[in-house]
């Protein structure tokens, strides 16, 4: 077997293909080597391995210094050992060093619990610091969605690698020399300064506390203590299927009633559903996606194609700043969260007599982004904006945890009436794909006025970066495009924007996977399979949905009834859609 | 400058550069001066303008180069001398008060001044 | 009028000096006033002619006679009989160290007495940098020519094999080697990069060769580019190297014009071009991948290799990259022939190495001598010894990445494998002479003062290590440091060896491990007796005024800048220690010798 390679790793013999690192192939027989810089999305063709934090180190027989195994190709005969003392007191040593430099602050530290570090140290038996001395001064950055602490930044790279590979935002970069060398922005600017879209996906892969999100649960629980306000709450559908990993279920656990039981615990006044809203967002941005295809194909020069879903605020973030020129392409429907938002503060609000200064509104979303998108200006009446706070699922779990109750253990509840009813189509809003298969579904029955006999659209499914399907309805060919990751999103908007490639409907999704995978999501640490099982799990809760179909939501229907009239009609555009702006300029950082 | 064509036309080439830059018998006096960054920041430029000038005045005709560095950093700047009909010799140290001596006494009545540096190294040609 | 038929020169280079050669002078002078041969003979004082060990020399010309071990009373004799009576003295002649035999003539070959070969300098200060014809007057090109016509590439790849030339950028690795590994990968374009990044505090041999030979570099790139089946070279040169820049701009412009760089290179269809890229001067860059990605725009900072450069370098094409000294050396190797060079040096180490010899030597300078060349012969001939009469400490070779060598390595042969056996490494050339009043935890401090911010900081052993060595030095050196740190300094030295990404990080703790097996016992002094035996630590150093020694001039204390020293006219000064900085102005203004420091 020619590209097959044996080799000896702790006295054990392993046949490996040829090109695989000696950390892989330890692994492969379970040996566990520690690792820190390194960084794998499987699947999504992006591997951090600068080879860098030293804390892999292993010994090669015949060679005369360590080698990092993340980094070190296995050959022939090689003979190594993982766990010699020599191995283990460098490895000491560097994780010493890396300690000699980062804050002590664990108690409070964002990532205290969840810290690869501190996990490491305590692994490797560190006690005290024996090579202690000056500690680095770098900056402390708070942006809407991110915290930036230079001051625990390991030099790991890996939201580096994710930022400029994963996602091509290149907003972060290596700084300074020696002692000082830092991730930083360029300039040491502010996040917001630069071309970052806060997606969020540095702060999924930061093993450290240099990157967290900002941190809104105070706030929240003040909110639900104060008498004078109501506090409703909406979750986003990749939520449900993620949270239960932080209180040790299996990835992919659905756990939608637990979740809903422990909000109302809480003290929430109503929990209700974001995928209520993503129904919405289903009729206005479908329709518009009709309309838009119908004037296309009698020749209106003035409707431009492909339509680009809009419901991912890094996705929006990322082409107001790298695609000035293609503005009036995206759907001009708001995202489900904000759409959310939008009814709940006018038409709920109303409903119910309850002034808009005390409708607090809570979301709980896999995302980092959104606590961003919430801020916007063009989403705020007279300074209150539609959502209140947006907190992350993991900020989630951490509220969950005050309660003192076994999670697990928590009986199901349903969502509050009426924005807490959906349909199965706005479930697979947390998958990629799964926004233009639910536009599909509707579109499809509205186009044709057939009813659609399968529901699934398996063609639009899968992990691959970059999708193209062609959906048949009924005698006309559409195609569509799907990407997820920005990366990704980038070399399908190079090719329409170039005219090399021709849709009628594109999906973009800023994180590796979809929602699912969202920045905010519990930390994966590079298991890229427990994204992958969350992906599976939102299909379930679909198949396991009465209804599966946005425009047959009754409560959608009855919404349109009552208050918005058409979709896409006067006050519908008025209440659940916007505009772009050109953010081009934070590209040079000027 | 016309192209090189071949090696034949190289070789012939540099045959007639040798009898331009280093002929068989030198006929004239010659001034290497080391001009490399060091020289010319401890003044090798200056020496070389001055001696231009000073040459001019007395009569000499000199053919001054700019060289590379010779090595001898302690010394800068350095110069060497080529007189037909005597072997070269390296001075050291040259001030423009030194390089007139150079001119005035070497040159003219091969009286040796101050600063000679023996060259201490075997050049490969 | 003076009209000398007769010179006779006596070396005044300081070890002559010393060995009393300003008296023989004067009584050359004088005998010949004697005999009244004023007019007709000159006695002039030369430099250094690199017979330290056998001076005082004298040399009488035009008769090319050296007479070796001169004392003052020999004057005489020689003047009687060789000035006078044509005859040389026998006994005082200079004898040929291989033969033995006593040498009267040393016209030519001139050869024995002279350590050097100059090889990568050859052409240096002989040439005019900025006339490429004087550079073909040398037979310049001619290299290129002979491969284009010639030899398949093959053939000069193994040349460069044969000739054991090897990388002089410090790690040595086989030139030969490298070049048929970029020959062998296959790919639609490959380059060639001259590494002109030299770094190392206080070396100029890549600047000197560029700035005194630019051509022998671009012949050479191109000879390399058409071995590996390249035609694009680009120098990378850091920008502070104006005049070297400015240089090869018209080397260039120049071979570009006579057909010797460009396309359809003297009609042999191979095609070359160069191109400068400069740096900004970031030690790190020195390193091959680092200075890739420099190239490439990006963040000078190293990648683990495998794949080396040879496969994988510039834009992700095989790149084969040397330094500047290691190019210079390919065209003579080729005229000349791989034997010819292979019969230069040691048995692992081939011809020649260029020194910027510098520190506590009378010549310090830039010198190429013969692998296989010892420490004494380039400290004590060609360097002349050691300045003021002062005692030899210790030699450093390597810069940053090497280490300190003591009296008893002085007789070590010189080449890849003994510097490095004997705890230090060739490096790029950087030779630094140090006498007894250099400290040597100090001068290991400030190596590691140099890496510190000059690590790219990717790799944590690097980046966080080194500051920390830095501290404990700094603490050392301040009489804080304590039998712990001394341990601690070895342990993490190790640990950074083994474990740093690159070169830079793998050799940085070498100064420290060096000094620390050297001269242990002065890091002992440092820590348990406060006291710096060099005198260099301002925190461990106390100035004192010799009361039997001091007029009470008050020149120390009119100079003094914190007002320290305080004393009466005409009555013995002291200084109060309380206040003084230790700046040393007081000795330098004293002209009594009355302040010490102890």
């Known amino acids: ?590 | ?125 | 009028m003076a009209t000398y038929n007769k010179h006779i020169l006596v070396c005044g280079g300081s070890c002559c000096t010393s060995g009393n050669s300003a008296q023989i002078a004067d009584n050359f002078k004088s005998t010949l006033a004697e005999k009244n041969l004023s007019n007709d003979v000159q006695v002039i004082q030369t430099g250094c002619f690199g017979l330290c060990d056998q001076g005082p020399v004298v040399k009488i010309m035009p008769d090319n006679t050296i007479y070796t071990h001169v004392k003052p009373n020999d004057v005489r004799r020689i003047v009687e009989e060789h000035i006078e009576g044509g005859k040389k003295v026998e006994d005082l002649l200079y004898v040929n160290p291989i033969t033995g035999e006593r040498v009267e003539d040393n016209k030519e070959p001139n050869k024995f007495h002279k350590k050097q070969i100059r090889i990568a300098l050859r052409n240096c200060g002989v040439i005019d940098p900025e006339n490429i014809k004087d550079y073909i007057a040398h037979d310049g090109y001619m290299a290129l020519a002979k491969c284009l016509t010639e030899y398949t590439p093959e053939q000069v790849i193994e040349v460069v094999s044969a000739s054991g030339l090897s990388g002089r950028g410090g790690a040595g690795f086989p030139t030969g080697k490298k070049w048929a590994s970029s020959a062998r990968a296959k790919a639609d374009q490959k380059y060639v990069v001259c590494n002109a990044d030299e770094g190392d505090p206080g070396a100029f041999m890549d600047r000197s060769i560029l700035e005194g030979d630019p051509n022998s570099v671009l012949e050479a790139m191109a000879i390399c580019g058409y071995a590996i089946g390249a035609d694009k070279g680009l120098i990378y040169i850091r920008a502070e190297y104006p005049l070297a820049i400015e240089r090869l701009k018209i080397a260039i412009s120049q071979a570009e014009e006579m057909g010797l760089l460009g396309d359809n290179i003297m009609n042999s269809g191979f095609n070359f071009h160069i191109e400068l890229r400069y740096g900004a001067g970031a030690f790190v860059c020195g390193e091959a991948t680092a200075l890739i990605h420099s190239m490439e725009g990006k963040r000078g900072e190293p990648t683990f290799k495998p794949p080396r450069t040879s496969e994988k370098g510039y834009n992700l094409k095989p790149t084969n990259v040397n330094n500047v000294e290691t190019y210079a050396n390919v065209p003579i190797i080729i005229t000349k022939g791989a034997e010819w060079f292979s019969s230069i040096g040691t048995a692992n180490s081939k011809g020649t190495k260029v020194f910027a010899l510098a520190g506590k030597v009378n010549n310090v300078g830039l010198i190429e001598v013969p692998m296989g060349t010892t420490l004494r012969e380039i400290i004590y001939e060609i360097g002349g010894g050691i300045k003021d009469n002062k005692k030899f400490k210790a030699v450093q070779t390597g810069g940053p990445s090497g280490g300190c060598l003591t009296e008893r390595h002085l007789d070590i042969p010189i080449d890849y494998k003994s510097l490095t056996q004997a705890g230090s490494m060739m490096g790029s050339g950087g030779m630094v002479i140090m006498d007894e009043s250099s400290c040597m935890v100090s001068i290991a401090k400030f190596y590691l003062d140099f890496t510190v911010p000059e690590s790219c900081g990717k790799c944590t052993p690097c980046r966080i290590g080194n500051k920390r060595l830095y501290e404990m030095l700094d603490k050392i050196t301040k009489g804080n440091g304590t039998m712990e740190d001394l341990e601690h300094l070895r342990n993490l030295s190790v640990v950074i060896k083994d474990t740093a990404l690159c070169g830079l990080g793998q050799s940085s703790p070498n100064p420290i491990l060096s000094t620390l097996d050297n001269f242990w016992d002065e890091y002992v002094e440092h820590v348990q007796d406060k006291k710096c035996r060099a005198g260099a630590c301002k925190d461990l150093v106390q100035y004192e005024i010799n009361p039997a020694v001091c007029v009470g001039c008050t020149a120390c204390s009119r100079n003094c800048p914190v007002e320290a020293i305080k004393g009466e006219l005409k009555k013995p000064h002291q200084i109060d220690n309380s206040i003084c900085i230790k700046c040393g102005t007081c000795i330098t203004k004293c002209k009594f010798n009355a302040i010490r420091i102890k």
């Open chain 2, 1 to 125: 400058m016309r192209k090189v064509q071949s090696l034949a036309d190289l070789q012939s080439l540099r045959d007639e550069f040798r009898a331009e830059f280093c002929p068989a018998d030198v006929k004239k006096v010659q001034v290497k001066i080391a001009m490399a960054t060091c020289g010319i920041a401890a003044g090798a430029k200056q020496v070389m303008n001055h001696m231009v000038e000073k040459s001019k005045e007395l009569g000499l005709d000199i053919d001054f180069t700019q060289a590379g560095c010779m090595g001898y950093c302690y010394a800068e700047p350095t110069l060497e001398v080529s007189v037909p009909g005597r072997e070269s010799v390296v001075f050291g140290y040259v001030d423009e008060t030194r390089a007139d001596e150079i001119l005035t006494k070497y040159i003219q009545n091969n009286e040796l001044v101050e600063g000679i540096i023996p060259v201490n190294y075997e050049t490969t040609d």
């Open chain 1, 1 to 590: 077997m020619e590209n097959m390679i044996t080799l000896t790793i702790d006295d054990r013999q392993v046949t490996v293909p040829k090109g695989t690192t000696i950390l892989k192939a330890a692994r492969s027989i379970g040996i566990e080597i520690p690792t820190l810089c390194h960084y794998e999305l499987k699947g999504q063709g992006v591997e951090n391995r600068p080879g860098s934090c030293r804390v892999c180190v292993v010994e090669v027989e015949g060679k005369s210094n360590l080698a990092a195994s993340c980094a070190t190709n296995v050959s022939e005969g090689m003979v190594v050992r993982t766990n010699s003392l020599r191995v283990i007191m460098a490895r000491r040593t560097v994780v010493d060093l890396m300690l000699s430099d980062h804050p002590a602050d664990c108690l409070i530290c964002p990532q205290s619990g969840n810290c690869e570090l501190q996990k490491l140290a305590n692994d490797l038996g560190l006690r005290d610091i024996t090579y202690s001395g000056e500690q680095s001064k770098n900056k402390v950055e708070i942006s809407p969605a991110i915290i930036r602490d230079e001051n625990k930044c390991i030099m790991c790279r890996r939201c580096e690698t994710v930022c400029n590979s994963l996602q091509t935002v290149g907003a972060l970069t290596a700084v300074n020399r020696g002692f000082g060398a830092v991730v930083s922005t360029s300039f040491r600017m502010n996040l917001e300064d630069t071309s970052c879209v806060m997606c969020g996906q540095c702060v999924q892969a930061c093993p450290v506390g240099a990157l967290s999100e900002v941190n809104n649960t105070r706030q929240v629980m003040s909110a639900i203590a104060n008498p004078r306000k109501k506090v409703i709450v909406q979750t986003a559908p990749a939520v449900r299927v993620a949270l239960g990993e932080e209180f040790g279920m299996e990835p992919g656990s659905r756990v939608t009633g637990k979740m809903v039981t422990a909000l109302k615990k809480m003290g929430f006044d109503y929990v209700f559903d974001t995928d209520f809203a993503a129904d919405l967002t289903i009729m206005e941005e479908g329709t518009e996606m009709l309309d838009r295809i119908a004037r296309f194909m009698k020749g209106d020069k003035s409707v431009k194609l492909p339509i680009m879903t809009s419901c991912c605020p890094g996705w929006v973030n990322f082409f107001e700043t790298n695609y000035p020129d293609m503005l009036d392409i995206p759907s001009t429907a708001k995202s489900p969260m904000q759409m959310f938002g939008a009814i709940a503060k006018n038409y709920w609000a109303e409903k119910m007599g309850i002034k808009r200064e005390d409708l607090v509104v809570v979301s709980i979303m896999p995302c980092v982004a959104k606590k961003y998108e919430c801020q916007r200006d063009e989403f705020k009446v007279d300074g209150n904006p539609d959502v209140d706070y947006s907190l992350t699922t993991r900020e989630l779990a951490d509220m969950v945890k005050l309660l003192g109750v076994k999670f697990e253990d928590l009986p199901d509840s349903d969502f509050d009436k009426p924005l807490g009813e959906s349909t199965g189509a706005a479930v697979i809003f947390g998958a990629t794909g799964g926004v233009i298969e639910a536009a599909t579904r509707t579109a499809y029955e509205i186009f044709t006025k057939k009813e659609l006999g399968k529901v699934e659209f398996t063609e639009l499914r899968g992990l691959e970066g970059v999708r193209e399907a062609t959906v048949d309805f009924d005698g006309t060919p559409i195609h569509i495009g799907i990407a997820h990751g920005l990366g990704n999103a980038r070399k399908l908007l190079d090719k329409v924007r170039a005219g090399e490639a021709q849709f009628h409907a594109i999906e973009i999704m800023a994180c590796p996977g979809g929602c699912v995978g969202g920045a905010g999501q519990p930390y994966h640490h590079g298991d890229f399979s427990k994204v992958e099982k969350r992906l599976q799990a939102i299909y379930e809760e679909d198949r396991e949905k009465p209804i599966r179909k946005s425009h047959e939501n009754p409560y959608i229907q009855q919404l349109y009834k009552e208050f918005l009239g058409e979709p896409c009609g006067e006050k519908a555009h008025h209440l659940l859609h916007t505009h772009y702006f050109d953010k081009s300029e934070k590209k040079f950082g000027i």
